[in-house]
């Protein structure tokens, strides 16, 4: 649990010991606590067509932040729908395309969002991806090229745009939405856990390198949720089913049979569960966030696996010339 009497991570840098005064809080007690205020907060999403982003843009407006919501392929009903329901709440939220797999389209649409924020944007959050199920082999150079190029070279040129107006402010806050199919691994997933441990390696890995920047990273962790996501991924796995040799489908049968056909059915948690813990930790002091966060009310059997690895970062590389910077992420 998060201590807010530990040292910020500037601290750590320096070497000072000392505390802040504030009282420990319990982030998770029985009790809800009060929404926290962004007032303040300027917040880029990416993927806001539906599920977590247009949840989260919302919810982020609601509690006062400014809102850059982006989607690809404007116009489109779910952009006109975002902005009535906007409009409806007086929120300050702004619909800006941005196709995270097209380099022209992230420089422009990353361009006129630092404009309507007049030049700064202080969160980005990560959250646009797909999936494509189906055994490895089945998985033909579109499908990789594709998945790959959404859910991680898609989060490298969001980070490449805005990265420098964060540094040049010597502040800001990074969220890259992974899974626990990040830590975990199911067979017949295709190469979504390949893109999701790409996600977790490169956001770790990042954390470290800005510390001294200011900048906080956190990977959130969601289980299943039943949003739009599963219509998607059916619609790109049932394009590769039909393009695949039926005797390679035929091969990995009984992985193959469902491909295209699986609905989210069973899963019942509330997709406002991601937003509402993106926003407890936005709120949290600079510093002092989580580098990563589980999210779902059932089984996390990710969270093992992140305790061990926290354990083996700070032993391998805590004594040395990194140690501050592994050591302001991880303690």
Not at 64 to 77: D, E, F, Q, S, W
Not at 222 to 239: E, F, H, L
Request: charged share 20%.
């Amino acid at each position: 649990m998060p201590d807010r009497h530990r040292p910020s991570r500037r601290d750590l840098i320096a070497g000072a010991a000392a505390l802040t005064a504030a009282t420990p809080a319990l982030l998770h007690a029985a009790t809800p606590a009060a929404p926290p205020s962004l007032k303040g907060r300027t917040v880029l999403i990416t993927g806001c067509s539906s599920g977590f982003g247009r949840v989260g843009a919302l919810l982020y407006a609601q509690l006062g932040a400014k809102v850059i919501a982006t989607m690809r392929n404007l116009p489109r009903p779910e952009a006109e729908s975002l902005a009535a329901e906007a409009a409806k709440e007086k929120l300050d939220l702004h619909i800006v395309e941005i196709d995270v797999t097209d380099d022209a389209s992230v420089a422009s649409g990353t361009a006129r969002a630092l404009d309507l924020a007049g030049g700064r944007i202080d969160t980005l959050i990560n959250n646009a991806g797909i999936g494509i199920t189906g055994p490895v082999e089945v998985q033909d150079m579109e499908a990789t090229k594709l998945i790959f190029d959404t859910n991680v070279l898609g989060i490298q040129r969001m980070l490449r745009a805005l990265l420098p107006q964060m540094r040049e402010g010597k502040g800001g806050q990074i969220f890259n939405i992974s899974s626990q199919l990040g830590r975990v691994i199911v067979p017949g997933g295709g190469h979504y856990s390949a893109t999701k441990f790409a996600v977790e390696a490169l956001s770790e890995q990042m954390a470290y390198e800005l510390v001294p920047h200011g900048i906080d990273v956190t990977v959130i962790q969601p289980g299943g949720y039943p949003t739009k996501v599963w219509v998607n991924r059916n619609a790109y796995t049932g394009a590769l089913k039909d393009r695949s040799d039926p005797a390679l489908l035929a091969a990995y049968d009984p992985f193959t049979r469902g491909m295209g056909t699986e609905d989210g059915s069973g899963r019942s948690a509330d997709p406002a569960d991601v937003p509402r813990a993106i926003a407890e930790i936005m709120a949290m002091p600079p510093g002092q966030r989580p580098l990563r966060r589980a999210v779902h009310p059932g089984a996390k059997p990710q969270e093992p696996i992140n305790r061990v690895s926290a354990e083996v970062q700070l032993a391998w590389l805590g004594g040395g010339r990194l140690g501050p910077l592994v050591k302001a992420v991880h303690d």
